[in-house]
């Protein structure tokens, strides 16, 4: 297997690492407010992803960083096609970044309130975006000669994109919904429970309709029905546990089923890294779009160096940070609290 392959099977792996973990804090930001009866849950959700949530998104930074080091030209035609939907998702994570950090700070419903909606927003606006962006990487974009994309933002908005928007969205709500019922405990778990079991078969239809779509139109494998089919079986899977309120179990297969969505999306385009619709002979292929063997080469002594360390720590944080939460462990506002209107001037 020579280096170019190694990076394609590893920023798939770090794109499966982002998606599982951010995948479920962008469902807990989603289902924030309406799984919410007041303020203390609300707060109770946030504190659920309080913190790993910031751990989670270096997988995308590093995955961002090592697709712009090992294949170059993928990168540029990446970020120059996609620059409104990747900015638009950029600024919805500095935003919702922004809100977990400042909604505290002061003691105030409307200041919380305006914070919550920034959370809310920051976190359907990228998990409905990734699901466009993936599904346009397996359907192909207008890629020329030049390996510039010439089609403009309309040409992304397919009926096959968008259901590959409501794919990913609907996966991660489940997520959410599934890893809330886990980290809770009480009546805010059993209604977490509750819109899981009721989210899962919707979930799995929409993604098995996307998948077969995707499979019979567009993969360039045969292999690719394995990941089909083990993401079928998982969220089937989901249902079953979801119902009988086996909030592990449900996890984990939730957990399975993105990651084949991811394996199968990025099967579908092996070995093409973008494939164009204009002519398959102008796609970007892990051939023609990679780095020099000296830059892989070095690349992968570092990333054989820090990768561990990375991932010790990410379970570390996870490890000390795995018992339920309660309303009850909840401390009492401590922002600062506001002069009356009359007196601010």
Do not use: C
């Not at 968008?162 to 209604?191: I, N």
């Not at 160096?305 to 339920?324: C, D, E, H, I, S």
């Amino acid at each position: 297997m020579d280096l170019a392959l190694v990076w394609f099977v590893l920023i798939a792996l770090l794109w499966v690492g982002y998606l599982v973990l951010e995948g479920f804090d962008f469902g807990v930001g989603m289902l924030m407010r309406p799984l919410a009866k007041d303020d203390t849950d609300r707060r109770l959700a946030i504190n659920t992803i309080g913190p790993v949530w910031d751990g989670n998104e270096v997988w995308l930074i590093v995955a961002g960083g090592a697709t712009f080091a090992a294949f170059p030209e993928w990168y540029a035609t990446l970020f120059s096609g996609f620059y409104l939907p990747l900015l638009a998702i950029l600024v919805a994570l500095i935003v919702r970044g922004v809100a977990f950090e400042y909604r505290g700070k002061i003691d105030d419903d409307a200041w919380r309130a305006r914070w919550d909606w920034a959370i809310t927003i920051g976190s359907w606006v990228p998990a409905v975006l990734w699901g466009v962006a993936f599904a346009n990487f397996v359907r192909g974009v207008p890629i020329d000669a030049d390996f510039q994309m010439v089609g403009g933002l309309t040409s992304l908005l397919s009926p096959f994109a968008l259901l590959g928007g409501v794919v990913t969205t609907l996966l991660f709500l489940t997520h959410g919904a599934v890893f809330l019922a886990l980290k809770t405990a009480g009546d805010y778990s059993r209604r977490a429970q509750t819109v899981a079991a009721r989210l899962a078969p919707v979930t799995l239809v929409v993604t098995a309709a996307w998948a077969l779509w995707a499979q019979v139109a567009y993969s360039r494998n045969a292999w690719t029905w394995v990941a089909l089919a083990v993401a079928a079986l998982a969220l089937v899977g989901v249902v079953v546990a979801t119902a009988r309120r086996r909030e592990g179990w449900a996890f984990t297969l939730s957990a399975i089923a993105i990651a084949s969505a991811v394996v199968l999306v990025f099967g579908s385009m092996f070995p093409a890294v973008m494939p164009s619709s204009i002519d398959p002979a102008f796609s970007l292929t892990i051939s023609n779009a990679s780095s020099t063997p000296y830059t892989l080469t070095l690349m992968t002594w570092v990333a054989g160096f820090l990768t561990p360390l990375v991932l010790a720590y990410q379970g570390w944080t996870y490890w000390v940070f795995r018992k339920r939460l309660i309303r009850e462990v909840i401390p009492p506002h401590t922002g600062l609290v506001l002069a009356p209107r009359s007196e601010r001037g």
